[in-house]
């Protein structure tokens, strides 16, 4: 019950997504990070097997920094985004990878940028976009609250709104999420909103009763 967002602002880039580890009908933790930061202004918010999802982002992110390292200067972020299609497309033929990639970056010529690439490596430039479960809930509200020119409070509170009907609405929805954004300052974490926690609870001192 993964789901990943994205939205385009004025001159930002927000990615989202849960956090919940889960396998079958078993949540093995809640703090997991969907949205790995490629570089320093790049974001990539990625849903499917956890297994095919943690190799690939951490594949992409390495030929990042390795194409940086020979050529001293950063791919942008729609040369990453052909870059990540050309890999899901060469892998179709081979061993596929199980995973949909929302990739949001910042570029200087640019501006805030946020590419849609899935399994099948279908690749478009979109304003605001999801994946799994809760898009059918996030799509819907996107397509009526977003516009162009949105601050990053709107688009945070756009996120907030997705956030609160997913778990709201869907069966077996997943509680805690993260909320990254990418600018000219950089990629970062912005938030996270959590309802529960992997902590153990806190044990009430014992208290003895005189006789």
Do not use: W
């Not at 849960?18 to 990539?44: F, G, N, R, Y």
């Not at 497309?89 to 990878?97: C, E, G, S, V």
């Not at 509680?175 to 990418?182: S, T």
């Not at 309802?195 to 009430?204: E, G, M």
Request: a negative charge; one cysteine or more.
């Amino acid at each position: 019950m993964e789901c990943v967002m994205g939205v385009v602002g004025r001159d930002f880039a927000v990615v989202a997504a849960d956090t919940s580890a889960v396998q079958s009908i078993l949540v093995h933790k809640t703090d997991e990070d969907k949205v790995m930061v490629l570089d320093s202004h790049k974001l990539m918010g990625a849903s499917g097997e956890p297994g095919d999802r943690v190799q690939f982002t951490e594949y992409i992110q390495k030929n990042l920094h390795l194409y940086q390292f020979r050529n001293t200067i950063p791919l942008s972020t729609a040369a990453t985004a052909n870059f990540t299609r050309g890999e899901l497309a060469t892998a179709l033929r081979k061993n596929p990878y199980m995973v949909n990639v929302i990739l949001g970056g910042y570029d200087k010529d640019v501006g805030a940028s946020l590419y849609y690439i899935d399994y099948i490596a279908t690749l478009h430039k979109i304003d605001k976009g999801a994946f799994g479960y809760g898009s059918y809930f996030c799509l819907s509200l996107m397509d009526k609250l977003y516009h162009p020119d949105m601050t990053v409070e709107e688009a945070v509170d756009l996120v907030d709104k997705c956030i609160k009907e997913i778990r709201l609405r869907l069966v077996v929805a997943p509680q805690n999420f993260v909320i990254k954004i990418v600018d000219k300052d950089g990629a970062r974490e912005y938030a996270r909103r959590e309802l529960v926690s992997d902590s153990a609870p806190a044990v009430a001192p014992a208290t003895t009763v005189a006789a």
